[in-house]
């Protein structure tokens, strides 16, 4: 267990729907950072959080979006959703808005299947 | 921006054999490099970095890697390879921007296969 808490594990919705991923960081942690790994693009940045506000975007759509709240849980809101949104979405997190030494520590991810 | 590169979609190695996992670099400055493993169902787990220092820099599960700055390559190594080491290989490089903010960028992964 990394410490990083990810939820769901698995989500099964349609085309159309909305959807909210959740993430707890490691016990410490003030930074959270958002992937998506698909198949074909490999692991892309989302965006990132420091102690609820956001430090970054990367290649996030603008039908996602994402919040970090004071408990410094995360969620990702996946919205109007497409087949191409399948795919697993990762949560990492750190202690400051750098990388650690030892990298990020990774959550084990929310598998997304939109059909 | 920062990239890695990972060539090979798969390599396929006998258990007991050596492997090599490769990666190339392109950055601007000293690269900061790190590789993860990802096994099914799970997260990416750190496996080792290179800031500065040594060339050859050692990590976890008996993996290894050599940093060749003439090269712009930075290749995961294991003397004997064994079938639990097949999973998912990430090569990833800091990205920095002048804001100070950092993020990690991932190459798009090689597949290890380890037979018995």
């Known amino acids: 267990d990394s410490g990083v808490t990810q939820t769901p594990k698995h989500l099964i919705t349609a085309t159309g729907q909305r959807v909210t991923l959740r993430c707890s960081p490691r016990?410490?942690?003030?930074?959270v950072y958002w992937y998506q790994q698909s198949l074909d693009q490999g692991l892309q940045f989302l965006i990132q959080y420091y102690n609820g506000e956001e430090r970054a975007k990367g290649n996030i759509l603008e039908r996602f979006s994402a919040q970090q709240f004071p408990d410094l849980h995360s969620e990702l809101n996946l919205s109007s959703l497409e087949l191409g949104d399948s795919a697993l979405y990762f949560c990492a997190s750190s202690v400051l808005p750098t990388i650690p030494v030892y990298g990020y520590t990774f959550g084990s991810g929310t598998r997304l299947t939109v059909v | 921006a920062q990239s890695v590169a990972q060539p090979e979609d798969q390599v396929n190695v006998a258990e007991g054999n050596p492997l090599t996992v490769k990666c190339t670099y392109s950055v601007s400055g000293n690269p900061y490099l790190f590789w993860y493993v990802q096994y099914p169902n799970r997260g990416l787990q750190f496996l080792l970095k290179y800031i500065t220092g040594d060339n050859l820099v050692k990590g976890s599960y008996g993996f290894e890697a050599e940093f060749n700055k003439s090269q712009t390559s930075f290749h995961l190594k294991k003397p004997s390879a064994l079938v639990s080491d097949s999973a998912l290989y990430f090569c990833a490089v800091r990205d920095r921007k002048n804001t100070g903010f950092q993020k990690l960028v991932f190459g798009t992964g090689t597949r290890l296969l380890v037979s018995p």
């Open positions: 016990s410490g942690d003030l930074s």
